[in-house]
């Protein structure tokens, strides 16, 4: 794993009116680590994704990707850099198949503007292949068909099949049974594996400690401390989930009030 950060947040701060929803947030993430970013409802996580995903603009501070400063102003930006999300709906076309969704919107075509069907599904088999993906029967079965595990997966397959360096997923087991978030916690242990930064949110601790490398509190909007897994508890995790003070306001009443996420 590398020790230099290829995403890496400083000062991270943004408000909608007079909602504060992030402080003066720090993060970061390296290849072939998982990083799991947890925090109470409210507490900022989902407004800090959507500002690397370039759905917000920070207010102020800096994002850093392989060491640059870099300005992400939309998701077309995240994606030519590599960052990929995987949102909790998974923005899958039920009606269509696995294929058909891996390249929703960047089709291949021959010069008669004719789909390369067998190319398509080549790469499709040998994506899902490559993250040991067996659970699948078909590439052309419609994805309304699959079960939710089977739905998640292709969903990342979806996320690192256009070179993307940074996967971000957005509670990946939530609403799954036991052995679909098996499937899917082996599947991100894969994606690490393989050298890609990911970056885990989800409110279950048992998944978080089962795969996470290092761990990221966020409280009221505020960045509370970073974990190593294999040095901390799940009761340290929750203690700084929900009574945390602001490291970077130690000592200082923290009044602020649940914020959206």
């Not at 590439?139 to 595990?149: M, N």
């Not at 360096?165 to 609403?175: C, M, N, R, S």
């Not at 899917?184 to 978080?208: C, F, P, T, W, Y």
Request: aromatic share 4%; proline share 4%.
């Amino acid at each position: 794993m590398s020790e230099t950060p290829i995403l890496q947040l400083r000062g991270i701060s943004k408000s909608f009116g007079s909602v504060q929803a992030l402080a003066d947030v720090d993060f970061e993430v390296r290849d072939g680590e998982v990083m799991a970013l947890v925090g109470d409802n409210g507490a900022g996580k989902s407004t800090l994704i959507k500002c690397v995903a370039g759905i917000h603009s920070p207010d102020s501070g800096e994002i850093l990707f392989e060491g640059k400063p870099v300005h992400i102003s939309s998701p077309k930006d995240a994606g030519r850099l590599g960052i990929e999300v995987v949102y909790q709906d998974l923005a899958l076309c039920d009606n269509l198949d696995v294929v058909q969704n891996m390249y929703l919107g960047r089709e291949e075509r021959d010069w008669l503007w004719r789909l390369k069907e067998p190319l398509m599904e080549q790469r499709t088999a040998e994506t899902l292949r490559s993250l040991s993906v067996t659970t699948i029967r078909s590439i052309r079965q419609p994805v309304a068909s699959l079960s939710g595990g089977q739905r998640q997966s292709v969903a990342v397959a979806k996320a690192v099949q256009w070179n993307s360096k940074v996967v971000i997923l957005d509670e990946p087991t939530a609403a799954l049974g036991v052995a679909q978030t098996r499937q899917v916690l082996e599947l991100v242990k894969r994606l690490a594996d393989q050298g890609l930064a990911v970056v885990l949110i989800s409110h279950n601790l048992h998944d978080v400690f089962e795969v996470a490398t290092r761990i990221t509190v966020l409280r009221l909007g505020r960045d509370v401390g970073v974990y190593e897994r294999e040095k901390t508890t799940q009761q340290e995790v929750v203690q700084a989930i929900t009574a945390g003070i602001p490291t970077k306001v130690a000592g200082i009443p923290t009044t602020a009030p649940e914020l959206a996420s």
